[in-house]
């Protein structure tokens, strides 16, 4: 009786500030106010959403966290191994591992607005870039508003998210299976893509759902890089639950973006449980 208590503070926070907000969300999409203030059933919000410039907001910020999946991971994988095969070298010293994981971790502990501000010292006009530019005698530029410096910001923030997970798994390789394929002559190309690669897919999954999702979905990194001058899926919800009278549109938008991050979830998962079927081939 004591053990089940204490699982009563979570059960009301996330009654409060999870199942609630979720309920009205609901509510709002398949419901609109008439002149009298009176809620009715509809479907009409989520029609609206099938029009052509809502249809081309959502694939620019389907691409866009492609773009950012891509580069986080070609950033990231490498990242990832060399702190691994660091930490495990440590490790056969008895030394602790993981010291140098923090240096991507502690970031993290800044606001990430901060963080974000430093890029204007570097990407405007008379930044850092542009002045290292000019002393080189190359042309200057123009990266800030623009999608380029949107995908830079996603991937600036999120690629620990991608690092992470690679370098659990990485780092948990047995050393006596690298050494078994080194001995029956595979040289290291082979070795990571016969041995190394497969065994860290499941981290590599991880990796691309836990990018992919906060980048489809984020406003605020958009809305700084672009200066409002375009709108991904983020900010067009938000854009409308500022707005009270759109509310139940950007509920709806809510509800569709949902849907497609628990399909997308679907789809790593099923990927990642083939992917262990034929490693136990």
């Known amino acids: 009786m004591y053990k089940k208590s ?31 203030g009176a809620a009715g059933f509809t479907l009409d919000n989520f029609t609206k959403f099938v029009e052509p410039l809502y249809i081309k907001v959502m694939l620019n910020s389907i691409w866009i966290a492609l773009l950012s999946v891509v580069f986080c991971l070609l950033f990231g994988y490498p990242v ?25 971790v502690m970031p993290m502990w800044m606001n990430v607005m901060l963080r974000l ?42 690629i620990p998210f991608m690092i992470m997970p690679i370098y659990s798994v ?21 070795v990571f893509f016969k041995v190394i690669l497969p065994l860290s897919m499941p981290g590599v999954v991880s ?17 700084f890089f672009s200066g409002g ?3 991904l899926i983020g900010n067009l919800i938000e854009k ?11 509920s709806a938008i809510s509800i569709i973006l949902m849907a497609f991050a628990f399909l997308s979830m679907h789809v790593m998962k099923i990927f990642n449980k083939s992917n262990r079927q034929m490693d136990m081939f």
Request: aromatic share 14%.
């Open 207 to 223: 990796g691309i759902t836990m990018v992919f999702l906060p980048a489809l979905t984020s406003f605020y990194i958009s809305d």
């Open 80 to 104: 990832a191994m060399i702190l691994a095969n660091k930490d495990r070298r440590r490790a056969s010293l008895g030394k602790k591992p993981g010291g140098l994981l923090m240096l991507f």
């Open 6 to 36: 204490l699982s009563y503070p979570h059960l009301v926070w996330m009654t409060l500030f999870v199942v609630a907000p979720m309920l009205l969300i609901f509510f709002y999409a398949f419901t609109h106010s008439d002149s009298n």
């Open 240 to 250: 409308n639950f500022k707005n009270p009278d759109l509310r139940n549109f950007g």
């Open 117 to 158: 501000y430093s890029w204007l010292t570097i990407l405007q006009p008379d930044g850092l870039l542009n002045r290292f530019l000019n002393l080189l005698g190359l042309p200057q530029v123009n990266l800030m508003y623009t999608y380029s410096a949107v995908v830079l910001g996603i991937v600036y923030d999120f």
């Open 170 to 190: 990485l780092i948990k390789i047995d050393e006596s299976v690298i050494e078994a394929a080194q001995d029956l002559g595979a040289n290291k190309y082979k």
């Open 229 to 231: 001058q375009f709108m």
